[in-house]
Nanobody, 126 residues
Framework: QVQLVESGGGLVQAGGSLRLSCAAS????????MAWFRQAPGKEREFVAA???????TYADSAKGRFTISRDNAKNTRYLQMNTLKAEDTAVYYC????????????????????WGQGTQVTVSS
């Protein structure tokens, strides 16, 4: 059974940094697209960043220049380095994995991904 487990969330002051991890088990995801989404209280879940099997990355405008998605295929783990955090980054962050080969424009859509983690809370205090 495929399982994605996020970790690394927590409470941080505005301007600080966190690194989220998404560890996959039950399947090797080195050839798959993986992404991070987030959901703030009272809002819909939104795309943050994705990394394709080729290593290409794409980011939401809100994440560009501050967040970096990366991978360690040997560990079957993906990361989201978040710098210069803002109060509006407060949300539950989810990792997601897809088994297809989506085009770049579809990476922002939840339907691209078959597997989801349970989420990790990130709280940024202002």
């Amino acid at each position: 059974q495929v399982q994605l487990v996020e970790s690394g969330g927590g409470l941080v002051q505005a301007g600080g940094s966190l690194r989220l991890s998404c560890a996959a088990s039950g399947r090797t995801f080195s050839r798959n697209t993986m992404a991070w989404f987030r959901q703030a209280p009272g809002k819909e879940r939104e795309f943050v960043a994705a990394i394709k099997r080729s290593g290409g990355t794409t980011y939401a405008d809100s994440a560009k220049g501050r967040f970096t998605i990366s991978r360690d295929n040997a560990k079957n783990t993906r990361y989201l380095q978040m710098n210069t955090l803002k109060a509006e980054d407060t949300a539950v962050y989810y990792c997601a994995a897809g088994t297809g080969s989506p085009i770049t424009s579809s990476l922002r859509f939840e339907t691209t991904y078959e597997y989801w983690g349970q989420g990790t809370q990130v709280t940024v205090s202002s």
